[in-house]
């Protein structure tokens, strides 16, 4: 195909510079080839155009005349029209036109609405779903086989998993009749509780499930960022319809967790008390609910969280005193019936326990 592509180009640019060959040039390298080796003067005398300097330049340097005659021939077998592709001679003299790999641009045309193109992910298998030459859904399947691993792609053959290109290509099947009968208003994204993930939806279908195998091409590794941009990017490609800003159903963020330090720790008895004060008023003013986790003791301002350590088990409890005492018997801290519970205290009554005052940094 190479020698073609070169003959071809060959023929081009030796038509373009000498004209149409002629007739009786053509007749010329027939009988020349049936002919032994000629001299200077016979080559002189078959060929009457030429002047008589030149026949005389090449009785001198009859290598001259030679290698003249044979670029003749070459030339015009090359330009001849008829002549058999395998008797062209190969030409080392032009630039070869190094290959390029096709980018997405010479597979997708100018009216394509849906091109699918696959390509490695990491070490892993994929395939982008582009949109009007855009990328909105990357799939992603299984790791990469090695090249002398068959029983590993014939095993992956099978497994849709592993076939990103067939996701790619229902998806995209379903926008483009989508496309041709919906409206991009009806373009939505939300969050699927009971199956716990989001969704991109069209009139209310799912379209797609926005997970560890389905993301965005340039993921923000979250997932509902993900999903609000790529049902976005289908709303404004597939209708120019504007732009969502919230996620139906979207749960809320949980609440950041404040890092606590330990501020000061102590040794003592704990005891617990509940059932006789339940309902009761606190010392903080707060009513006091024996199924919390609270404590009362002598001095912590109100609202201090503490750790308590069951020195005799290991059990932990964090606390937050809302209450004051206990006042004797040597107890630095009465729980509350639920906290007791929690570290095992209830039975016994009272136990040696370690106190961490916690506070923030």
Known sequence: MKHHVLGSLTAALVMSSFG????????????????????????????????????????????????????????????????????????????????????????????????????PFDSRQAATLYVRNLPVLTFLGNDLPALTDNKALESSSGNSLSDPVSRATHIGSQLEQFYAEGDAEQIAVRWNAAETQYQVTLNGDTLVAIDDNTILPDTTEDPAEDALQIANRLRRLLGDASSLEEIEGRPAPAPAQETLVVTSVLTGVASWYGPGFHGRRSASGEVFNQNAMTAAHRTLPFGTEVRVTNLNNSQQVIVRINDRGPFGHGRVLDLSAAAAQAIGLVSSGVGTVKIEVLGRP
Do not use: C, W, Y
């Open 20 to 119: 149409a060959p002629l007739a009786s040039h053509a007749q010329q390298v027939d009988e020349t080839d049936h002919l032994p080796p000629l001299a200077a003067s016979d080559i002189s005398e078959m060929s009457p155009e030429k002047s008589p300097d030149s026949a005389a330049n090449a009785a001198v340097h009859p290598e001259d005349s030679a290698s003249g005659s044979n670029e003749l021939a070459t030339s015009e077998l090359v330009s001849d029209p008829f002549l058999d592709e395998s008797a062209r001679p190969e030409q080392t003299d032009l630039v070869e036109i190094e290959s390029q790999p096709l980018s997405l641009a010479d597979l997708a045309r100018d009216d394509s609405l849906i091109v699918v193109q696959p390509h």
